[in-house]
C-alpha cells in the first residue's frame, strides 16, 4: 500500500557529506515511523538510522553515531537522511522503511520498503 522512493545518492569523497531523501505515498505518513537501513554487497542489511512519528524519538547505528542525522517532514511526506563525514565504509544502498505500529531498529519489524538509492564513498 505504501510507497516509498529514494532519492540523493552518488559518489562523494571520505570526509564529506551527502543528503538522502525518501518520498512517501499511499498510506498515512505522519503515522508511520521511518528508518533508514543500508546494505553492501555480500554483507547483510544494517540499521542505520529511524525517527518515530510523534514524540521526537530518534535511533541510530552505532557505526554511523556523530555523523549521520535523521530527519522527516510530515507535511510533505519526506524524510531525509544527512550524512557527514563520510567514510569508505559507509558506502552501499541505502533504503527507506517505514513501520506501522511500534520504531524499531530491527529489519523485519519494518513493513515497506523502497528500492535503494546507491552510495559511494572513495578513499
Known amino acids: 500500500q505504501v510507497q516509498l522512493v529514494e532519492s540523493g545518492g552518488g559518489l562523494v569523497q571520505a570526509g564529506g557529506s551527502l543528503r538522502l531523501s525518501c518520498a512517501a505515498s499511499?498510506?498515512?505518513?505522519?503515522?508511520?515511523?521511518m528508518g533508514w537501513f543500508r546494505q553492501a554487497p555480500g554483507q547483510e542489511r544494517e540499521f542505520v538510522a529511524a525517527r518515530s512519528w510523534t514524540g521526537g524519538r530518534t535511533y541510530y547505528g552505532d557505526n554511523v553515531k556523530g555523523r549521520f542525522t535523521i530527519a522527516r517532514d510530515n507535511a510533505k511526506n519526506t524524510v531525509a537522511l544527512q550524512m557527514n563525514s563520510l567514510k569508505p565504509e559507509d558506502t552501499a544502498v541505502y533504503y527507506c522503511?517505514?513501520?506501522?505500529?511500534?520504531?524499531?531498529?530491527?529489519?523485519?519489524?519494518?513493513?515497506?520498503w523502497g528500492q535503494g538509492t546507491q552510495v559511494t564513498v572513495s578513499s
Open positions: 522503511a517505514a513501520a506501522r505500529r511500534d520504531i524499531t531498529t530491527v529489519r523485519h519489524g519494518y513493513d515497506y
Open positions: 499511499g498510506g498515512t505518513f505522519s503515522r508511520l515511523h
